[in-house]
């Protein structure tokens, strides 16, 4: 057709080379690399879980990351095995209404900067990514795993809970909706192999060090394409999801709070505990 | 995430061994086995066609089984070489249109509540499952499919009729929507091979009681997944077309019984069932 | 089900064996085959640009096909290299804004008549279709593309620019939603191979007359399938993105027309047209 490419890219900043963003705190580290590109790095240990301090943390950096206009994101792990465990049981067991409120909403925040973001975003997926831990990479442009004995997938149903609409729209946005019919119902945790055949993964990587490199590569993709036109054309993509929760927060995060006021949930959530406790003192 | 498991699961009946259902009748034989999935048999000679009274039938079962939550449910058919041909033309031909209003009302019922049913469910295709037969089976959640010259598919193209809109949307719930159009434009009756190539079914049998078994092992793995939590899951997934049907129930019924009074549609049935009759007569 | 196959027939239109029918013009080309199917060559040299004079005898040809009943109608280009180079980038370029509406609306027109057309089609794609020329290709119901170095793909967002929803729309109803993300955020051309391995074509052809050839044995598939029947049943899988449009047209338009009148679009474009003239005086 025609070719705006000049004007358009006259308008995006050139980052300087590797520096810390002012966002890196102790639960998220971000810093830029020489190609302007956004590595965002998870660092709660031991596990990622995602409390509302990691969310609020995730949150701000995402804001960061879109007010400096990086080039792209890429979302990894501090942890060796984990990406993230996905959300911390803790929020929600014996919850304080008003904390659980500010934390399923912050939750929407950060799927919404994040499934939605101007920027393009590539996932390091350095380990198992289970529930919010699919979640987040899912809601990537594109998916690099480490090979290994890691598994990713929203098993929420395996776990005795409901993935809400919005998790199941950004699985339909990734594989197959018979596809994710059946992972969803099943609670299905998917080896390396089987999320890459299914395409939940885009490639496999070595390392995480591989792993980055390959989301560099992705990301360098879009090096001569005008960021306003490629994000416009991201947004019409995916405008469907985010306009669908936007429309419909306040609904999904009262049916949350109902859910944590089941006693049966608590029950559940009070025997989980005690397990893992047990399992601690060994 | 975390684990319900024990409190939800605690909800579940367990059903009695291998006992027939009280809506066992003539054209449906509904039993569960000793793992508490109920097995409903379509049994109206010769080729399971869809009349009101088959229809109700099976809607009485789906109910049957919803009350008693069965664990899962497999449909399939006492024929030896047909699954279900689909949609009784007698019960459009010259109809009475209040009787017809019943009919079509009667199918909307049984794909809104099998689509929809909270129990799993799974398709032993033993035959033939053209039309009506292959929205059964491709309403269930997962289908095994018997190896021989049998085919599946929505034909009602080829046949000079329009598939509802809820038939497309059911097959662009099974099959790529790229696919489905063809299939749907052309009326495509596929072998079993090409079914499985597709995604129309998942597993290939040896014989009904191989299929059976296939079905059986679909519906074990939610034997561990809290029936609650994967109904409502499933629920997210599928109830897109329910809705639009449940809002669209009383035009749909109307654009049916137009067609019946249609004088070259009435023509069409005429010439076929004389056709059908000499057939029969040689 | 059953066959209304003879009644419904009868209504169809045979028509006399390739004679060109009266919108046969300067840019486009229409003539019927001996098998009542219509063949639409688009001849506006070099490269079929879409300006408004070819985009208003596409759309009147369209109504022509649609008048006179053909059984099926193959889209084609005269040029032996590019089937066609999308939008004419001089419709754009200091444009008169009352032109520049009446073009957008004529593009829309022609994208629903074809999208939606109740006649089967198929595009025999003879050479490169970037942009509005993969608009065209993909519209249709199937493809067949000539081997060699050419290339196909919406690649607006590499020039700057951003794709309608209706493009976007047209692109997931081809290949799936993870594939067009991709490709459209990329701005993707795929090779031939490329577009055949992700459903972006059906066939590979070995030059344009095998093009048509297959094109012509896709649309034969429906010589038996009554012509009421398949439109609808088209219309089923296809009517959500033209009620989207038909909807939204007035506000597409006035995207389009703000698009137009910015500083900087006219700037890139004036500096596209001086390095085309550049390339044209060497």
Same mark, same amino acid.
């Given at each position: 057709?025609?070719?705006?490419?000049?004007?358009?890219?006259? $308008?995006?900043?050139? @980052?300087?080379?590797?520096?810390?963003?002012? %966002?890196? +705190?102790?639960?998220?580290?971000?810093?830029?690399?020489? #190609?302007?590109?956004?590595?965002?790095?998870?660092?709660?240990?031991?596990?990622?879980?995602?409390?509302?301090?990691?969310?609020?943390?995730?949150?701000?950096?995402?804001?960061?990351?879109? =007010?400096?206009?990086?080039?792209?994101?890429?979302?990894?792990?501090?942890?060796?095995?984990?990406? %993230?465990?996905?959300?911390?049981?803790?929020?929600?067991?014996?919850? #304080?209404?008003?904390?659980?409120?500010?934390?399923?909403?912050? @939750?929407?925040?950060?799927?919404?900067?994040?499934? +939605?973001? /101007?920027?393009?975003?590539?996932?390091?997926?350095?380990?198992?990514?289970?529930?919010?831990?699919?979640?987040?990479?899912?809601?990537?442009?594109?998916?690099?795993?480490?090979?290994?004995?890691?598994?990713? +997938?929203?098993?929420?149903?395996?776990?005795?809970?409901?993935?809400?609409?919005?998790?199941?729209?950004?699985?339909?946005? /990734?594989?197959?909706?018979?596809?994710?019919?059946?992972?969803?119902? /099943?609670?299905?945790?998917?080896?390396? #192999?089987?999320?890459?055949?299914?395409?939940?993964?885009?490639?496999?990587?070595?390392?995480?060090?591989?792993?980055?490199?390959?989301? =560099?590569?992705? @990301?360098?993709?879009?090096?001569?394409?005008? $960021?306003?036109?490629?994000?416009? /054309?991201?947004?019409?993509?995916? %405008? +469907?999801?985010?306009?669908? @929760?936007?429309?419909?927060?306040?609904?999904?995060?009262?049916?949350?709070?109902?859910?944590?006021?089941?006693?049966?949930?608590?029950? %559940?959530? #009070?025997?989980?505990?005690?397990?893992? =406790?047990?399992?601690?003192?060994?």
């Amino acid at each position: 057709m025609f070719v705006l490419r000049q004007a358009l890219r006259s $308008s995006r900043v050139v @980052l300087p080379a590797t520096r810390p963003m002012s %966002s890196s +705190g102790p639960l998220v580290d971000l810093t830029v690399d020489g #190609d302007g590109i956004a590595i965002m790095t998870l660092q709660r240990p031991p596990v990622n879980s995602l409390n509302l301090d990691l969310l609020k943390a995730i949150n701000s950096s995402l804001d960061e990351v879109a =007010k400096n206009k990086a080039k792209g994101m890429i979302l990894t792990s501090a942890s060796p095995t984990v990406f %993230s465990a996905g959300l911390d049981i803790m929020e929600m067991y014996k919850p #304080d209404l008003k904390r659980a409120e500010e934390f399923w909403s912050t @939750l929407q925040e950060v799927w919404m900067k994040l499934f +939605g973001s /101007t920027f393009a975003t590539a996932a390091a997926i350095n380990g198992h990514a289970p529930a919010g831990g699919c979640l987040l990479a899912m809601s990537c442009e594109w998916r690099a795993m480490v090979s290994g004995k890691y598994t990713i +997938g929203l098993n929420e149903t395996a776990l005795g809970i409901v993935a809400p609409t919005w998790f199941v729209d950004t699985m339909c946005n /990734t594989i197959p909706v018979r596809e994710a019919e059946f992972a969803l119902t /099943t609670g299905r945790l998917f080896t390396v #192999d089987e999320a890459l055949k299914v395409g939940l993964v885009d490639e496999v990587a070595t390392d995480k060090a591989d792993a980055i490199d390959k989301c =560099k590569t992705f @990301l360098k993709r879009f090096e001569r394409i005008p $960021s306003l036109a490629r994000s416009l /054309t991201k947004n019409r993509v995916r %405008s +469907g999801p985010v306009l669908r @929760l936007q429309k419909n927060r306040q609904a999904d995060i009262q049916e949350f709070l109902q859910f944590l006021q089941n006693p049966k949930v608590q029950q %559940s959530l #009070d025997m989980y505990i005690q397990m893992l =406790k047990k399992k601690a003192s060994k």
